[in-house]
């Protein structure tokens, strides 16, 4: 049974400048909670996957659960109800005072925070399992039972269509739909699940994985499952030039900065993780013509529609061209090679950076994932030269 702990300053390897305050995480007790609480948490989520596709959210069932439970409030005071043309009482505002303290004094934990997940975004968790699979460690960070969940959040929050949304209330997308049918396969899931068969069906009559937007075009190039030469230019040289230019990338707002930090390395060095039987079968599951037969010039600007919230004006498309055409092959030559190489050192410096300056907490789940795979490979290149 999970239960929601917070955390006491003891765990190995995490810092904190505030003593872990408001630091929450779920623990799995196989022994945890009496038959009947089992039980209850069971149907819970029965009642939720049979209502999934008109209640989205979770409400935090099984936080609330517990902490009904530990604190012991009686939440029975009665519910106030005042007509439209009734004057309201002085108790009634007393009565309906408690019930809104007594309900968020119950959410509340131990420290002062309100717990709650980070629900919503259908494209965070494929990355850190990605990311995880191309080190080689996903069994080693997720245990059995992690697995499982994210095997059931997955599964509950498909569309009837068979895709995924960008969201959890959002319409089914290309960028979702793939890479959360990728995380699956990379968990063990049967290409023949019947779930399965519906996103793999919903991929391919809307064009196949070539129209992936470009953060779906990274992260498959990386996993080895697309082609790194299917991707419009992200080059870390950039970060070379003067500071007052407007058009360098610490003038981006700070999301935007943060991930072409993360990205601009992984692309730059064109990183690919191991190949073997599940990649090759990816490759053969989701595109509409064989592997070897794909345009990847041709790919590098296709978007599903289901994606695609404003289109590419031509000045865009002409800079990607020339960028893709004449500036990355001749930078990846000597002796502009060289050029790459600095390039890639000072973005290295600014991702450590950015690590050490947020206690390794990074400024989000996007760039988080890919600077960890960025440092991966950086350890591994330096371990085999």
Not at 221 to 231: D, F, H, K, P
Not at 297 to 313: F, G, I, M, S, V
Request: hydrophobic residues 40%; charged residues 20%.
């Amino acid at each position: 049974m999970w239960k929601l702990k917070l955390s006491e300053g003891n765990e190995p390897w995490v810092t904190s400048l505030n003593n872990h305050v408001g630091r929450q995480y779920w623990e799995f007790d196989k022994n945890g909670g009496t038959l009947e609480e089992r039980c209850h948490v069971e149907n819970i989520r029965q009642h939720f996957y049979e209502n999934r596709f008109h209640v989205k959210h979770s409400s935090d069932l099984l936080l609330r659960l517990q902490f009904e439970k530990e604190k012991k409030v009686d939440m029975k005071l009665g519910k106030v109800k005042i007509e439209s043309e009734e004057e309201i009482s002085e108790e009634a505002v007393k009565t309906t005072l408690r019930r809104a303290l007594r309900f968020y004094s119950t959410l509340q934990a131990e420290d002062g925070h309100w717990p709650a997940d980070y629900g919503g975004p259908l494209f965070l968790l494929p990355g850190l399992v990605i990311c995880l699979y191309i080190m080689g460690v996903v069994n080693a960070v997720l245990s059995e039972e992690h697995q499982k969940e994210i095997l059931r959040y997955l599964y509950n929050h498909q569309n009837v269509d068979g895709g995924w949304g960008l969201h959890i209330e959002g319409h089914s997308t290309m960028f979702c739909t793939a890479l959360n049918y990728v995380t699956l396969r990379l968990l063990g899931e049967d290409i023949n699940d019947e779930a399965m068969e519906k996103a793999r069906k919903w991929i391919l009559e809307h064009g196949g994985l070539t129209f992936i937007p470009s953060w779906g075009k990274l992260w498959l190039s990386a996993l080895g499952v697309y082609e790194w030469s299917g991707n419009n230019p992200l080059p870390p040289e950039l970060w070379l030039l003067p500071y007052f230019l407007p058009i360098h990338p610490g003038r981006m707002w700070c999301h935007c900065r943060m991930v072409y930090l993360a990205m601009s390395y992984l692309y730059g060095t064109r990183y690919v993780g191991p190949i073997n039987s599940t990649i090759l079968s990816l490759r053969r599951e989701l595109y509409t013509c064989p592997y070897h037969h794909i345009d990847w010039d041709l790919a590098r600007n296709q978007c599903a529609k289901e994606d695609l919230y404003y289109p590419h004006p031509l000045v865009q498309d002409i800079l990607w061209e020339g960028l893709h055409k004449f500036a990355e092959p001749l930078l990846m030559q000597w002796p502009l090679s060289k050029l790459r190489k600095r390039a890639l050192n000072i973005v290295m410096e600014h991702i450590h950076f950015e690590d050490e300056n947020t206690n390794y907490i990074c400024i989000g789940p996007v760039n988080k994932v890919v600077l960890l795979l960025n440092l991966s490979e950086q350890y591994i290149i330096i371990y085999f030269i």
